[in-house]
């Protein structure tokens, strides 16, 4: 998501509260991209918590686990909204900071991060030698100045050669896919050596549950104890396009981690064999086990080893 989509979503989020507040729109929130979206979360809100005395708007605070806290029968409920203006649209559960593993003290020893090893490697001047492969750039990529603007345009002309079967860019992409894998499952490796927090996975589980995926707010809460308290009183409310209409759906996520926790005692990380991601899972008193989350090394664009990496984390609860 953009700036300026983020921007349009935090407006809309204002927008809710003041229908909840029955205050007045100006033109400005009129224009809102995500304003069917907000007319109908607030409108389900208000179906939902009967006697609201009061909406606000909690912006981009890092101590809190919500978007919009509301006063109803002399209790503090959190909201958490996702506008989407596609059929489904909840899709990858998060999409989070590339060296988040390490970052929030889920392993002893403070252990190297993803972005460390692959300095390490030399992984941006490795990624140039397989790219200047190709000796028939354009004029207007061998004039970029800026060596990782030319790298990335590097990738993206032999991206589009590929779609068009050229044997030689699909080669070269082929080999910088291939061994950023290894490189990613040799960082799984080295984790999988390290000492794990496992109080600090579970906090990192319910935070990632909750929604709560931004690098600031999730080292700011996971080093909290207070949000437990803002779990009990959590829902998030998912707006979708469905038919031409928004349709709203509400999730208790705090029934649904409380739900989690009373089955499961302990949490940790597991890493799979030869795969570019790990998975968080829940441990009985049994000893069993059961998976909860996927957290896969990736790269969001362009290509696999070529520009922003990041850590995509996909729900496996039932």
């Known amino acids: 998501m953009g700036k300026h989509e983020r921007r349009q979503i935090e ?25 069917d979206h907000a007319f109908a979360i607030a409108k389900k809100i208000r179906e939902d918590f009967l006697k609201i005395k009061k909406a606000r708007h909690l912006g981009n605070r890092y101590d809190n686990t919500g978007d919009i806290l509301i006063l109803s029968n002399k209790k503090e409920f959190f909201i958490e909204t996702k506008m989407s203006d596609t059929k489904t649209g909840i899709g990858t559960k998060a999409n989070i900071s590339q060296d988040a593993l390490t970052e929030n003290f889920l392993f002893k020893n403070d252990p ?13 001047e490795w990624v140039n030698d397989y ?8 004029k207007y990529i061998l ?22 079967k050229n044997k030689i860019a699909e080669d070269i992409l082929n080999l910088i896919h291939e061994r950023d894998k290894k490189e990613k499952i040799e960082y799984l490796n080295y984790l999988k050596g390290q000492k794990q927090q496992r109080k600090m996975i579970k906090r990192f589980f ?6 709560i995926h931004k690098k600031e707010v999730l080292e700011n809460l996971i080093k909290s104890n207070n949000f437990f308290q803002e779990i009990q009183n ?4 998912y707006s979708n396009i469905f ?9 208790d996520l705090g029934e649904k981690v409380r739900r989690i926790l009373e089955k499961f005692s302990d949490f940790a990380i597991i890493f799979p064999e030869n795969v570019t991601h790990c998975k968080i899972v829940g441990i009985k008193k049994s000893g069993s086990q059961e998976p909860f989350l996927q957290i896969v090394l990736h790269w969001k664009n362009i290509a696999q080893g070529i520009k922003t990496p990041c850590l995509n984390i996909f729900d496996l609860t039932k």
């Open 112 to 124: 190297k991060s993803w972005s460390e090893l692959r300095s390490d490697k030399k992984h941006e």
């Open 206 to 211: 319910i935070l990632i549950t909750l929604g």
């Open 11 to 35: 407006e809309a989020e204002k927008i809710i509260v003041k229908i909840l507040n029955s205050q007045k729109l100006t033109n400005s929130d009129r224009k809102n991209y995500w304003i």
């Open 131 to 138: 790219l200047n492969r190709f000796v028939k750039y354009p």
């Open 234 to 237: 959590l829902f998030v409310y």
């Open 243 to 251: 038919r031409g209409k928004v349709i709203v759906r509400k999730e």
């Open 143 to 164: 004039k970029i100045t800026n060596l990782i603007l030319q790298k990335e345009e590097k990738a993206r002309y032999l991206r589009e050669l590929k779609k068009r």
